[in-house]
């Protein structure tokens, strides 16, 4: 199955294109799955798949019912533990959600589309329709985090202790749920795992809509940084209301004018972008959704080829002396391709294995090869796009031989 993310800044028509191209995709044949969050004009507001048109389902995200529904069965999990200390269970219908639920709730439906219940139908294609593109570029790099802090919070190694856990919770009087703590954690990481694979996955693209302007510009300057730190490429730039070039009324001809240099911008600056033409008004149905893939019936965005999805290793090590490095002995050095970025939003710790960067408002934590592990931090550049940091090997980890 391939997967079509989308996403761009926000209130350029990134849902009404995944859409478009969920509709134009069934139509060429392909069993199509629709994700979204938001509402679509003709569509069902199911939190289930259900049939849109011929070969296309879709599923509208109720992050509010995903929210009740997993803090209820996690007290029940738990009710033991809350009897003894005299809680009271709050009722679903008196829990509001909270902030971040939304980006689980959207993670949980990429699992079930995937791996679960969901999957029975052998869908050709998934089409999500993500978030704006700062909150989507944090969510496809959540699946990863969520995975280190269990692995820091509950390091399976631990579990050979659970021996001791009746002895503890009959000195201490008190019930321990470690064990269920243990296998709660284990098939949440598990569940985490198969979407970061989907998100990695090279049949998964990244399609990025933005309405040609100033604005948008500045937007995906900065998204190309954020892109580049989680390895993430795009497959296309899809520039959306892309208003005709004659027209007679001055306004709308410098509106024109003003995309077409935006246009000419992001043409210089990677692949052409595809260009959807502005209908004159909201599309209102899967009738004008389809208007927009053109008067050929073609596809708003290839429906097939790319190679999208995250890259195996967006950064990569060389030995100084490399262009741009003065000869070492033994010295290494990691470098990240980061375009856009510059010096005064670029932060690095080293804390033990790992790299902890941040740029401007992105953050990666990144494992180190067992190489640079043994090596000390000696210096670090940001130049031409790229960062360097330099690794000299550490005498009493990596002992010289004469």
């Not at 829990?95 to 219940?117: F, I, K, M, V, W």
């Not at 995250?310 to 070492?328: D, H, N, T, V």
């Not at 090596?375 to 690794?391: I, K, P, S, Y």
Request: aromatic letters at 4%; a negative charge; charged letters at 20%.
């Amino acid at each position: 199955m391939r997967t079509v993310l989308v996403t761009g800044p926000g209130g350029a028509g990134r849902t009404t294109l995944a859409a478009a191209t969920a509709l134009a995709a069934a139509r060429d044949g392909a069993r199509t799955l629709l994700i979204s969050a938001d509402p679509i004009p003709g569509f069902p507001a199911t939190t289930a798949p259900a049939p849109v048109t011929e070969g296309l389902w879709s599923v509208r995200l109720d992050s509010g019912a995903h929210f009740r529904g997993e803090l209820v069965t996690l007290q029940e999990q738990l009710s033991g533990v809350l009897e003894l200390l005299g809680g009271n269970p709050l009722d679903a219908e008196e829990l509001t959600e909270l902030p971040g639920s939304a980006e689980l709730a959207l993670l949980h439906a990429l699992r079930r589309a995937t791996h679960g219940d969901w999957s029975h139908e052998a869908y050709d294609l998934l089409v999500v329709d993500l978030p704006p593109l700062r909150e989507a570029l944090a969510l496809l790099a959540l699946p990863e985090q969520l995975r280190r802090y269990l692995r820091r919070l509950l390091p399976q190694e631990r579990q050979a202790a659970r021996a001791l856990r009746p002895m503890l919770a009959q000195l201490a009087g008190v019930p321990m749920p470690a064990q269920w703590l243990y296998e709660a954690a284990a098939r949440r990481d598990a569940e985490l795992a198969q979407v970061q694979a989907l998100i990695e996955d090279r049949a998964t693209t990244l399609w990025l809509v933005a309405e040609p302007g100033p604005a948008a510009e500045d937007a995906l300057r900065t998204a190309r940084t954020g892109l580049a730190l989680y390895g993430l490429r795009t497959e296309a730039l899809v520039a959306n209301r892309v208003l005709p070039g004659h027209s007679s009324d001055p306004f709308f001809a410098a509106l024109a004018a003003q995309q077409e240099k935006t246009l000419g911008h992001w043409g210089e600056e990677g692949p052409a972008p595809v260009r959807v033409a502005h209908l004159g008004r909201d599309p209102q149905g899967p009738d004008d959704l389809l208007a927009l893939a053109g008067p050929d019936g073609a596809p708003t965005v290839p429906a097939t080829g790319g190679e999208g999805g995250r890259a195996e290793a967006p950064w990569w090590i060389e030995e100084a002396g490399a262009p741009g490095e003065p000869e070492g002995d033994g010295i290494l050095v990691w470098c990240l391709r980061l375009p856009g970025a510059v010096k005064k939003d670029l932060q690095l710790v080293r804390r033990g294995g790992e790299l902890l960067l941040t740029v401007g408002p992105f953050h990666r934590i990144v494992p180190l090869e067992p190489a640079l592990r043994r090596c000390t931090v000696t210096g670090a550049a940001l130049t031409d796009g790229v960062l360097r940091v330099r690794f000299t090997p550490d005498p009493a980890l990596w002992p010289r031989t004469s």
